[in-house]
T-cell receptor
């Protein structure tokens, strides 16, 4: 039973245009969400996060939107650059005592075409 | 950004061998994690630790074991490697109540 789903395994976008990566979750206890970027043969790199008390968080070219009623979040990258080509994972956490365990989606491979 | 290191980066080993994957972080983070990832798949949590002398099994069953004797060190051991253990192993750490986890570069393990 996959609690975090990224239904698009791949996405191709023209350089300079907007990239939109989507993520759906099923567990209503999740209240913190993160996006990671991963290059081949490297570990994931943290990009941006959002708490469930917000519906938008922006950091430079990256914006994450959260729609709690739809249990959906998205990552917007504007403008897209060739260096953005990587696999993007969304992750979710249910805050509480102890270790903050993250549940990851399967990832979306983003390719930025020149 | 956290400094977290994993060695070796790549390992090719025969069936039945004992291996230890090393993970160290220099940020003083109390929580550390081990994930396993196969190509095109999500990261699965296999072990985590709240702090020294604390270890817990993650959501994905694993034949590996871990120890946390020092804050900065969280090694993972496979007593007898098998081809089914072939995967990428990722170590991460986080501080306090902050959810953001910082990852090491990973170890790619191939068991022949």
């Amino acid at each position: 039973d996959q609690q975090v789903k990224q239904n698009s395994p791949s996405l191709s976008v023209q350089e300079g245009r907007i990239s939109i990566l989507n993520c759906d979750y099923t567990n209503s206890m999740f209240d913190y969400f993160l996006w990671y970027k991963k290059y081949p043969a490297e570990g994931p790199t943290f990009l941006i996060s959002i708490s469930s008390i917000k519906d938008k968080n922006e950091d430079g070219r990256f914006t994450v939107f959260l729609n709690k009623s739809a249990k959906h979040l998205s990552l917007h990258i504007v403008p897209s650059q060739p260096g953005d080509s990587a696999v993007y994972f969304c992750a979710a956490s249910a805050r509480g005592q102890g270790a903050q365990k993250l549940v990851f989606g399967q990832g979306t491979r983003l390719t930025i075409n020149p | 950004e956290a400094d977290i290191y994993q060695t070796p980066r790549y390992l090719v080993i025969g069936t039945g061998k004992k291996i230890t994957l090393e993970c160290s972080q220099t940020m003083g983070h109390d929580k550390m994690y081990w994930y396993q990832q196969d190509p095109g798949m999500e990261l699965h949590l296999i072990h985590y630790s709240y702090g020294v002398n604390s270890t817990e099994k993650g959501d994905l069953s694993s034949e590996s074991t871990v120890s946390r004797i020092r804050t900065e060190h969280f090694p993972l051991t496979l007593e007898s490697a098998r081809p089914s253990h072939t995967s990428q192993y990722l170590c991460a750490s986080s501080a306090g109540t902050v959810e953001t986890q910082y990852f090491g570069p990973g170890t790619r393990l191939l068991v022949l």
